[in-house]
T-cell receptor, first 115, second 110 residues
Framework: DARVTQTPRHKVTEMGQEVTMRCQPILGHNTVFWYRQTMMQGLELLAYFRNRAPLDDSGMPKDRFSAEMPDATLATLKIQPSEPRDSAVYFC?????????????FGDGTRLSIL | QKEVEQDPGPLSVPEGAIVSLNCTYSNSAFQYFMWYRQYSRKGPELLMYTYSSGNKEDGRFTAQVDKSSKYISLFIRDSQPSDSATYLCAMSAFGNQFYFGTGTSLTVIP
């Protein structure tokens, strides 16, 4: 089965440090989504891309978060500087091409702890 | 008010019970309705999806959509311990951007 791959699976770092999370979408998928999941808020959409172009990043704190797709096989989410309130699980999902509805397939997430 | 509301539970049932999970929503433009299952320390996996109103059945799982009431349900028949997970509903108006519920935690007791 094709899968979305996220690295690292776990990250613990101190406040103020830069954090980079990576995602390899399913080959052939042209939409990529970044979500943050917390107990209180559930899944929150941070940003999404279609054909590597950012379509919506309104869910992302712009002063510290940035998302990019350097190429079709890699999406990155960076936090600089990191803060304790950024502690959460970050998920990447990808969706296929064609048709109005395309299910999103999730990776297993990066569990981030900021001390 | 959130776009999608879901009772977080937790829900605990004996093995073999029928489980009913529900979500309500406010945006009448939603037309795609999904249920995801999420095991501990894993990403959500798509369980079922329906387009517009009606029922859809897949094995022990039945998804129902009532657009007039803005209410969707997932029924699990003959629940198994392996069904223990968090279930998230998700909705979309145009197919790409999904709006998720916060999830309902389900435990099926052997």
């Amino acid at each position: 089965d094709a899968r979305v791959t996220q690295t690292p699976r776990h990250k613990v770092t101190e406040m103020g440090q830069e954090v980079t999370m990576r995602c390899q979408p399913i080959l052939g998928h042209n939409t990529v989504f970044w979500y943050r999941q917390t107990m209180m808020q559930g899944l929150e959409l941070l940003a999404y891309f279609r054909n590597r172009a950012p379509l919506d990043d309104s869910g992302m704190p712009k002063d510290r978060f940035s998302a990019e797709m350097p190429d079709a096989t890699l999406a990155t989410l960076k936090i600089q500087p990191s803060e304790p309130r950024d502690s959460a699980v970050y998920f990447c999902a990808s969706g296929g091409t064609g048709g109005q509805y395309q299910p999103q397939h999730f990776g297993d997430g990066t569990r981030l702890s900021i001390l | 008010q959130k776009e999608v509301e879901q009772d977080p539970g937790p829900l605990s049932v004996p093995e073999g019970a029928i489980v009913s999970l529900n979500c309500t929503y406010s945006n009448s433009a939603f037309q795609y309705f999904m249920w995801y299952r999420q095991y501990s320390r894993k990403g959500p996996e798509l369980l079922m999806y329906t387009y517009s109103s009606g029922n859809k059945e897949d094995g022990r799982f039945t998804a129902q959509v009532d657009k007039s009431s803005k209410y969707i349900s997932l029924f699990i028949r003959d629940s198994q311990p392996s069904d223990s997970a968090t279930y998230l509903c998700a909705m979309s108006a145009f197919g790409n951007q999904f709006y998720f519920g916060t999830g309902t935690s389900l435990t099926v007791i052997p």
